[in-house]
């Protein structure tokens, strides 16, 4: 198993551009949540999908959004890039039918914003 | 309200243990949580609380959860220097949120 994988690794990207950053959930889970971790502070949630609809969403702009596919992998876009968006960006996955128990996170991708 | 405290800094002996305190404000929290993160890498789970538990061991990970004055801790026993990471309590809310709310993280260093 080889649990929740994210690409890349590492990002640089300048202001005002877009990327997309992607995640595959450990297996047989169907459930992918997106969080911004930015340098010295916790995760920070953005959004969450099931059956390819975004069903929770936290405090960030409409710039931020995403995509589940029907193999249950999941997307995350970010449009016209501030320096702020600069942080490490984690996915978690987990069983829908399991509650929020049990979300388990990728390594992570590190999107740095020049 | 949201919100998750720690302190930031706990430096103990290799050997000793390791007491991590975490204060949350919501009393609808469904689950706590205790995850580590080494330096570059990820969040891994270490343990989870539900709300209705008092508390919950797992192996040298003890997990003490004070649910009328929302104080979870997290106990490492016999604490090696493989323990050295930052420490992530974090709380849910309700049966179906997937949400996470974090506190900033406590750094523990184990000193040999």
């Known amino acids: 198993d080889a649990g929740v994988t994210q690409s890349p690794t590492h990002l640089i990207k300048t202001r005002g551009q877009q990327v997309t950053l992607r995640c595959s959930p450990k297996?047989?889970?169907?459930?992918v949540s997106w969080y911004q971790q930015a340098l010295g502070q916790g995760p920070q949630f953005i959004f969450q999908?099931?059956?390819?609809?975004?069903?929770q969403r936290g405090n960030f702009p409409d710039r931020f959004s995403g995509h589940q596919f029907p193999n249950y992998s999941s997307e995350l876009n970010v449009n016209a890039l501030l320096l702020g968006d600069s942080a490490l960006y984690l996915c978690?996955?987990?069983?829908?039918?399991?509650?929020?128990?049990?979300?388990?996170f990728g390594p992570g991708t590190r999107l740095t914003v020049l | 309200g949201e919100d998750v405290e720690q302190s930031l800094f706990l430096s103990v002996r290799e050997g000793d243990s390791s007491v991590i305190n975490c204060t949350y404000t919501?009393?609808?929290?469904?689950?706590l949580y205790w995850y580590k993160q080494e330096p570059g890498a990820g969040l891994q789970l270490l343990t989870y609380?539900?709300?209705?538990?008092d508390m919950k061991q797992d192996q040298r990970l003890t997990v003490l959860l004070n649910k009328k004055d929302k104080h979870l801790s997290l106990r490492i026993a016999d604490t090696q220097t493989g323990d050295s990471a930052i420490y992530f309590c974090?709380?849910?809310?309700?049966?179906?949120?997937?949400?996470?709310?974090f506190g900033s993280g406590t750094r523990l260093l184990v000193r040999p």
């Open positions: 978690a996955s987990s069983r829908f039918d399991r509650g929020s128990s049990e979300q388990f």
């Open positions: 297996s047989g889970h169907d459930t």
């Open positions: 999908y099931y059956e390819e609809e975004e069903r």
């Open positions: 919501d009393s609808s929290s469904t689950y």
């Open positions: 609380i539900f709300s209705n538990m």
């Open positions: 974090a709380e849910s809310q309700g049966d179906s949120s997937y949400k996470l709310i």
